[in-house]
Each structure stands twice: as structure tokens, then as C-alpha cells.
């Protein structure tokens, strides 16, 4: 069974950055589109940003420009690197596979401050 252990969340003031790390507990990412979520409280689940194995990517429209996503197959690790953060980026967030999701992990808060 893989296990997703999510990184890096904390409480910033707008404008700020954080970096999200997300490290399995074995190597999936060679061969897996990988992507970023969050749930906001009294919210649905997002996809936030994807990368494919071939180092694609696609980003929500809410966070295009100032978030970036990468992988780094060998540590079993895909990163999300967020700037010029907004209080709407607050949220649990959360990594997994763009499709057939593995068990979700336990997240990471992120809580932007205005």
C-alpha cells in the first residue's frame, strides 16, 4: 500500500510563500500524472496542479502564475512551490494521483492571513 505524506503548510500573511512537499512511500511518480488538491472548509476537493510523468503541467485558474508544480521521480517526491499567496488559498491541501486516487493522505494546512 502507497502512503502519501504531505509537508511544508503553515500560516503565512498574503503575499507570502510556502512550499508543499508530498513524498510515497514508493516510487510512483515515474509512471503516474501526479497532482496538487485542496478542501477549504464547507468546500468540495479541488485539483489545484497536475504534472504528467513527462513533466506536463496544468494549473487551476485561480492559482495560474503564481503556483508551480514539480517532481522529482528519483525521491519519490512532487513539490508545490505557491507565491504571492491569497486568503482564498486557504485550505488543507492534499497529493495524489490525477486519476485513480490512492488513499488520500492526512494533508497539510496552508492558512494565508489578510
Known amino acids: 500500500q502507497v502512503q502519501l505524506v504531505e509537508s511544508g503548510g503553515g500560516l503565512v500573511q498574503a503575499g507570502g510563500s510556502l512550499r508543499l512537499s508530498c513524498a510515497a512511500s514508493?516510487?510512483?511518480?515515474?509512471?503516474?500524472?501526479m497532482g496538487w488538491y485542496r478542501q477549504a472548509p464547507g468546500k468540495q476537493r479541488e485539483l489545484v496542479a497536475a504534472?504528467?510523468?513527462?513533466?506536463?503541467?496544468k494549473y487551476a485558474d485561480s492559482v495560474k502564475g503564481r503556483f508551480t508544480i514539480s517532481r522529482d521521480n528519483a525521491k519519490n517526491t512532487v513539490y508545490l512551490q505557491m507565491n504571492s499567496l491569497k486568503p482564498e488559498d486557504t485550505a488543507v491541501y492534499y497529493c495524489?494521483?490525477?486519476?485513480?486516487?490512492?488513499?488520500w493522505g492526512q494533508g497539510t494546512q496552508v492558512t494565508v492571513s489578510s
Open positions: 495524489n494521483k490525477e486519476y485513480n486516487y490512492l488513499p
Open positions: 504534472i504528467t510523468s513527462g513533466g506536463s503541467t
Open positions: 514508493k516510487s510512483i511518480f515515474n509512471v503516474n500524472a
